[in-house]
T-cell receptor, first 111, second 115 residues
């Protein structure tokens, strides 16, 4: 059983469309991170959410942490081809430095 | 400043061989973690080193090992390679401040293909 379930697994949209991807779990987390990984590169941290109900914005990306701190969403407004990549959510283990990742949402934005 | 450097970028090995991958963290970062990424399993934690000591290990067989040197550079070794070991191996480095780990910066990875 995956600790973090991400959906959808794949998403292909036209430039200018909006989209939301999800990261769900039955466990409660003290914080959750979102990464983007482009082909041939390692993941790059986009944001860390800490407080239940927290909303963070990064340009056209809006991240939300669920009130119960069990889930999170990433909304992209007016997607651009540069948004193409693998979006990963991750949590740290209690008392350890280990990151546990979801399997990711592979996003393709078609010009 | 220079990022996390992993060498080599690509590697092809034969089943049964062993391989050593290298990771140079960002200057000043003393925590180095290794991850395996495959299409089926995604990113999975292998182990983490801090101050030359393994602090945590993921659920991988003993064929996977690592070490960290006094300059924080790290190597991981996989012995008796299997076809299933084909993957992208990623290294991440972090600062450790007051016992807390800061943001993890990942290298570009080493793409290992076992034939």
């Amino acid at each position: 059983t995956q600790l973090l379930e991400q959906s959808p697994q794949f998403l292909s949209i036209q430039e200018g469309e909006n989209l939301t991807v999800y990261c769900n779990s039955s466990s409660v987390f003290s914080s959750l991170q979102w990464y983007r990984q482009e082909p041939g590169e390692g993941p790059v941290l986009l944001v860390t959410v800490v407080t239940g109900g927290e909303v963070k914005k990064l340009k056209r990306l809006t991240f939300q942490f669920g009130d119960a701190r069990k889930d999170s969403s990433l909304h992209i407004t007016a997607a651009q081809p540069g948004d193409t990549g693998l979006y990963l959510c991750a949590v740290s283990g209690a008392g350890s430095y280990q990151l546990t990742f979801g399997k990711g949402t592979k996003l393709s934005v078609i010009p | 400043k220079a990022g996390v450097t992993q060498t080599p970028r690509y590697l092809i090995k034969t089943r049964g061989q062993q391989v050593t991958l290298s990771c140079s963290p960002i200057s000043g970062h003393r925590s180095v973690s290794w991850y395996q990424q495959t299409p089926g399993q995604g990113l999975q934690f292998l182990f983490e080193y801090f101050s030359e000591t393994q602090r945590n290990k993921g659920n991988f067989p003993g064929r996977f090992s690592g070490r960290q040197f006094s300059n924080s550079r790290s190597e991981m070794n996989v012995s008796t390679l299997e076809l299933g070991d084909s993957a992208l191996y990623l290294c991440a480095s972090s600062l450790v401040l007051g016992g807390s780990r800061t943001e993890a910066f990942f290298g570009q990875g080493t793409r290992l293909t076992v034939v």
